[in-house]
């Protein structure tokens, strides 16, 4: 199972997600993908995203005003 | 950022906040009413998270219409307040207020390069003023910009309005009547509303 992770500290909309969903498209099923944002509106992008497609996530409060948003593909 | 820095910064803030709407009441006690709204506004807009460039941008990158009906449904409500203003003007013989303006070649020029820049940005003036406002340093350059493309757009406005068609203003109650016009805006917007709605669901 692969881990991946995604610096996108100082990206606004929609840079992350883009990524996100670029890198998650050549993943296998079970592999994570992690996300560390300090970008709020990218936290929720990510989150309605993840309900759209069904992922499971997992979100972690890194620092006042920095995320980390992690991703399993199913 | 460190908590008791951040505690301090936020006492700094609103004690400005609070000095400015004192030297408002002190210069004019209608300013008072305005400082209120533009607070409260700045609060729904945070609290809220709109953002005009997600509403305009998801719809093309992420087939995301959420943000698009947001904004739908606030420019419905800002028409009923708006028009119960129009409304009692009009019905007094008093000219309507509201931002009425010509139509033209240099609309579409605006909305082309302001599309371009709130996209590129992240952000457009009102999304800009809220992401300051939560403590993202980065669109204080944002903010720049805003004001250079202001004043470079209203150094030569008159050029575009001369140089190319343009129209009166358009105020639709002017050319169908009060009537028509009360209700082609709700069935405009509905319709619109219900459109998002449409391709959202063709695409699952």
């Known amino acids: 199972m692969a881990e991946i992770k995604l610096d996108m500290l100082g990206e606004v909309c929609p840079v992350p997600l883009l990524t996100a969903q670029k890198f998650i498209g050549e993943m296998k099923s079970g592999d994570t993908l992690s996300v560390e944002t300090d970008y709020n509106r990218t936290v929720r992008n990510i989150i309605k995203w993840c309900d759209d497609m069904g992922y499971d996530f997992n979100i972690e409060d890194k620092d006042d005003g920095v995320w980390l948003v992690t991703i399993e593909k199913k | 950022m460190k908590k008791n820095r951040q505690k301090r910064l936020s006492l700094g803030v609103i004690g400005f906040i609070t000095a400015f709407g004192l030297a408002a009441f002190v210069a004019d006690k209608r300013l008072l009413v305005i400082w209120g709204i533009g607070i409260a506004l700045g609060f729904v807009l945070y609290r809220s998270g709109i953002c005009f460039a997600s509403a305009f941008r998801d719809v093309f990158l992420f087939r995301d219409f959420s943000m698009t009906r947001m904004v739908i449904i606030l420019t419905g409500v800002s028409f009923v307040g708006i028009g119960i203003i129009q409304a009692i003007a009009a019905s007094r013989g008093l000219p309507v207020t509201g931002r009425i303006y010509p139509v033209g070649f240099h609309t579409a020029v605006g909305g082309v390069l302001f599309g371009f820049g709130m996209v590129l940005a992240g952000g ?81």
């Open chain 2, 124 to 204: 457009c003036a009102s999304g800009t003023l809220q992401r300051i406002g939560e403590g993202f340093i980065l669109f204080l350059t944002v903010l720049l910009g805003i004001a250079a493309g202001s004043v470079l757009g209203v150094y030569h406005f008159s050029w575009w309005v001369n140089s190319f068609f343009s129209t009166d203003a358009v105020f639709i109650p002017d050319f169908i009547g009060w009537i028509p016009g009360l209700v082609l805006t709700p069935v405009l917007l509905g319709g619109l509303y219900l459109v998002t709605v449409a391709i959202e669901k063709r695409k699952r």
